[in-house]
């Protein structure tokens, strides 16, 4: 079994924890329940691997975001300007 983490920061015992309660919970097989030695701090059975690579962010997505949002900037301030537009004639 292969766990992804983006950083390293549990401990032994933490990640012993982890596996044990994702395999009471039903999201992987219960062999992996019996695996762990949560009193110990061990955990056999299983691979961590630190990978970050997944975090980034497509410029393609960052652009319509930025584009988007200055869309609705620009509605909101149109609103505005015609909302007090039609108070003061009023």
């Known amino acids: 079994m292969v766990i992804r983490a983006t950083i390293d920061n549990y401990s ?3 990640k012993a924890l982890f596996i044990h309660e994702l395999s009471s919970e039903g999201f ?3 062999e992996y ?3 762990t030695n949560t009193d110990g701090g061990s955990f056999s059975g299983g691979r961590w691997v630190i990978d970050g690579s997944w975090l980034v962010v497509p410029p393609g997505v960052i652009a319509t975001s930025r584009r988007r949002s200055w869309e609705l900037l620009l509605g ?3 609103i505005t300007v015609v909302m007090i537009g039609w108070l003061s004639i009023r």
């Open 28 to 30: 992987i097989p219960d």
């Open 12 to 14: 032994e015992r933490r």
């Open 33 to 35: 329940q019996f695996m």
């Open 76 to 78: 909101f301030f149109t």
